[in-house]
């Protein structure tokens, strides 16, 4: 599948680099400095209290318009940012799954995104260490697993394709 991860802090590092591991096609979108550390050294995680590092290099773009084309966008942005995010992936064709915790509901996501919005929220936690090497922990499954869905009714197709 190709993906692009919109937002390159800690769960956009962390699930871009397992889903490119995984064999997906990533394309990275991040500004100024985050932007050059993953065109100069990738992206770079390990589990939390691990010394084996990851290393994983994808396409890096500052606009998600450069990136081509993408069966997806996963948006792993702060709940804040979203309002400035919708504009730019409402001009897109592709499938959002938006992975933002929010608890004022889905509205104004599905006026920009229609039938294309799928929702999730990660199952991880992470931090950026001083090496500038994600350190990640994944959440137990009883306890916080990753969640992809419709934003209304039983999973679709498309949910069980993500």
Known sequence: ???TIFGAGAMGTLYGARLASAGHAITMVARGARRSAIEQGGLK???RG???TIEVRVPVVERIEDGGPADAVLVLVRAHQV??????LAAQPNQVVMMVNVASGYGAWRVALGARLVVGFPGATGRFAE???LEH???PRLVQPTVIGEPEGPPTPRVHAF
Do not use: Y
């Open 1 to 3: 599948m190709r993906i």
């Open 45 to 47: 995680v390990r589990p």
């Open 50 to 52: 691990k010394t084996r």
């Open 83 to 88: 309002g400035a995010v919708l504009p730019l």
């Open 131 to 133: 090496d500038g090497v």
């Open 137 to 139: 922990e994944i959440a």
